[in-house]
């Protein structure tokens, strides 16, 4: 089992920056990517970027690209998400996600709900015109 604790959602208003944070802790040796996702208001979860512990090689949603960075810290067992120049669309809860090692090769990136196994309890932001 993993664990996931996301922090640092808030208030901040239009063009402003936000970092979230996804402390993991139990069996993290078995995550080979993390990912963050978010859902809007009426809307369904979408995927926001994914991390890969190997190579730490990255991956992001169009709408996000240039404004957010995903990174980690293996030390600390923990994913960060740096968010700049945040728009009132980015208003959702955030949540992270651990995707199992599957085993053998893995081409690509992991952006869709049912590639991940553990996920977090989401942290709110909000982002005020």
């Known amino acids: 089992q993993v664990q996931l604790v996301e922090s640092g959602g808030g208030l901040v208003q239009a063009g402003g920056s936000l970092r979230l944070s996804c402390a993991a802790s139990?069996?993290?040796?078995?995550?080979?990517?993390m990912g963050w996702f978010r859902q809007a208001p009426g809307k369904e979860r979408e995927f926001v970027a994914v991390?890969?512990?190997?190579?730490?090689?990255?991956y992001y949603t169009d709408s996000v690209k240039a404004r957010f960075t995903i990174s980690g810290d293996n030390a600390k067992n923990t994913v960060y998400l740096q968010m700049n120049s945040l728009k009132p669309e980015d208003t959702a809860i955030y949540y992270c996600?651990?995707?199992?090692?599957?085993?053998?090769?893995?081409?690509?990136?992991?952006?869709?709900?049912?590639?991940?196994?553990?996920w977090g309890q989401g942290t709110q932001v909000t982002v005020s015109s």
């Open positions: 139990g069996r993290t040796f078995s995550c080979y990517a």
């Open positions: 996600a651990c995707a199992r090692d599957p085993g053998g090769v893995v081409i690509g990136f992991p952006n869709a709900e049912n590639e991940y196994h553990y």
């Open positions: 991390i890969k512990w190997s190579g730490r090689s990255t």
